[in-house]
T-cell receptor, first 115, second 114 residues
Framework: AQSVTQLDSQVPVFEEAPVELRCNYS??????LFWYVQYPNQGLQLLLK??????LVKSINGFEAEFNKSQTSFHLRKPSVHISDTAEYFC?????????????FGSGTQLTVLP | KAGVTQTPRYLIKTRGQQVTLSCSPI?????VSWYQQTPGQGLQFLFE???????NKGNFPGRFSGRQFSNSRSEMNVSTLELGDSALYLC?????????????FGSGTRLTVV
């Protein structure tokens, strides 16, 4: 079975500073990778995904993540954060084949952007 | 277009009762999944439905059940509620099979069992 580890439960960072949220996964077979963001009292919003092809994927609001197969990582980065980026971020994996395609989530990282 | 709609948003039930939660996916989406979110266990997979068929089920007791209708709307039912069932229940839908395009989540139903 696959698993996801988000090493940092809380990441405080000052506005306009860069940030990296770390995600490592474990799976014996090929996977798809996702980052979701959750604002208070809301559901999850898909931020970006890696299915295949270029290992660097980008979102429309400045986030990017790089799939590193050798290190089994999919870290999320943003060069300059805004107050509005304060939220909880979840890394998730799903198998790319087979019948069990549900999302397996990490425990989440609370990003707090300080003024 | 309308997103994933979950009703009700909030629910308070007594231990031992049963509850039914509803989910209307985005129009055209045929894949619907349910997840439970709690502070202690995080996000855990409950079920996945596609064209009215349950394709996959998570590691939850038989008190948790679900179904999908011909219009892709889905319901989940929890019988004999326990205090530990208090959680945010999230429904997600996707256009492509197996959610390869990424699931769109609803805002959830927050269930409190007292």
């Amino acid at each position: 079975a696959q698993s996801v580890t988000q090493l940092d439960s809380q990441v405080p960072v000052f506005e306009e500073a860069p940030v990296e949220l770390r995600c490592n996964y474990s799976s014996s077979v090929s996977v798809y990778l996702f980052w979701y963001v959750q604002y208070p009292n809301q559901g999850l919003q898909l931020l970006l995904k890696y299915l295949s092809g270029s290992t660097l994927v980008k979102s429309i609001n400045g986030f990017e993540a790089e799939f590193n197969k050798s290190q089994t990582s999919f870290h999320l980065r943003k060069p300059s954060v805004h107050i509005s980026d304060t939220a909880e971020y979840f890394c998730a994996v799903s198998l790319s084949s087979g019948s069990a395609r549900q999302l397996t989530f990490g425990s989440g990282t609370q990003l707090t952007v300080l003024p | 277009k309308a997103g994933v709609t979950q009703t009700p948003r909030y629910l308070i039930k007594t231990r031992g009762q049963q509850v039914t939660l509803s989910c209307s996916p985005i129009s055209g989406h045929r894949s619907v999944s349910w997840y439970q979110q709690t502070p202690g266990q995080g996000l855990q997979f409950l079920f996945e439905y596609f064209s009215e068929t349950q394709r996959n089920k998570g590691n939850f007791p038989g008190r948790f059940s679900g179904r999908q209708f011909s219009n892709s709307r889905s319901e989940m039912n929890v019988s004999t509620l326990e205090l530990g069932d208090s959680a945010l229940y999230l429904c997600a839908s996707s256009l492509l099979d197996r959610g390869v395009d990424g699931y769109t989540f609803g805002s959830g139903t927050r269930l409190t069992v007292v």
